[in-house]
């Protein structure tokens, strides 16, 4: 998994509460991304970071938010979790450098709201 | 919006067929087209990726087609085998937004049946 490193990798939380997600790169790599994925939408950006404290929104934010304080880390924040947020989360990586465009995929946290 | 359509939406192949997955996309600033693999409970991994500038682009068995005035690009996977079984998702990015978002197909279930 291109050295990320996804936690927790199971979670259960209960409506209402707030939840963070952490991912973790050891390849010093510029960009992290964060999608969910859900059957029948494939999977969609959340958020992403281009650099230290340098993030935007992707198609499906509203309800989350980010913070990336070292190169290596990314962390996902649901602040108060509904249901609709029960998913898969991915974590991905890109170098972005000479042109590269390639995304990397963590091994993924499932997340279940009750 | 989808802005990328994949079909089928499954597809059972005999060992050693062909599996063809089609994608179509609508934006023309599209230029990079990857195609990501994802086994089950596992994070989706780049299989194979192509720029517009060629029509065609193959690696072992895996095989990506690109038309672009028709706006489409599929995979081929020769020669079918029963650990090829898994989800396929197309995808599409563009330079200059920054980002590079990826924009996902909605992915197609492949079984290769002995």
């Known amino acids: 998994d291109a050295g990320i490193t996804q936690s927790p990798r199971h979670k259960v939380t209960e409506t209402g509460t707030p939840v963070t997600l952490r991912c973790h790169q050891t390849e010093n790599h510029r960009y992290m991304y964060w999608y969910r994925q859900d059957p029948g939408h494939g999977l969609r950006l959340i958020h992403y970071s281009y650099g230290v404290k340098d993030t935007d929104k992707g198609e499906v934010s509203d309800g989350y938010s980010v913070s990336r304080s070292k190169t290596e880390d990314f962390l996902l924040t649901l602040e108060s979790a509904t249901s609709s947020q029960t998913s898969v989360y991915f974590c991905a990586i890109s170098p972005r450098g000479g042109g590269s465009y390639e995304q990397y995929f963590g091994p993924g946290t499932r997340l279940t709201v009750t | ?114």
């Open chain 2, 1 to 114: 919006q989808q802005q990328v359509k994949q079909s089928p939406q499954s597809l059972i192949v005999q060992k050693g067929g062909i599996s063809i997955i089609n994608c179509a996309y609508e934006n023309t600033a599209f230029d990079y087209f990857p195609w990501y693999q994802q086994f089950p409970g596992k994070g989706p991994a780049l299989l194979i990726a192509i720029r517009p500038d060629v029509s065609e682009k193959k690696e072992g068995r895996f095989t990506i087609s690109f038309n672009k005035s028709a706006k489409q690009f599929s995979l081929h996977i020769m020669d079918s085998q029963p650990g090829d079984s898994a989800t396929y998702f197309c995808a599409a990015s563009r330079a200059g937004a920054g980002s590079y978002q990826l924009t996902f197909g909605k992915g197609t279930k492949l079984s290769v049946i002995p």
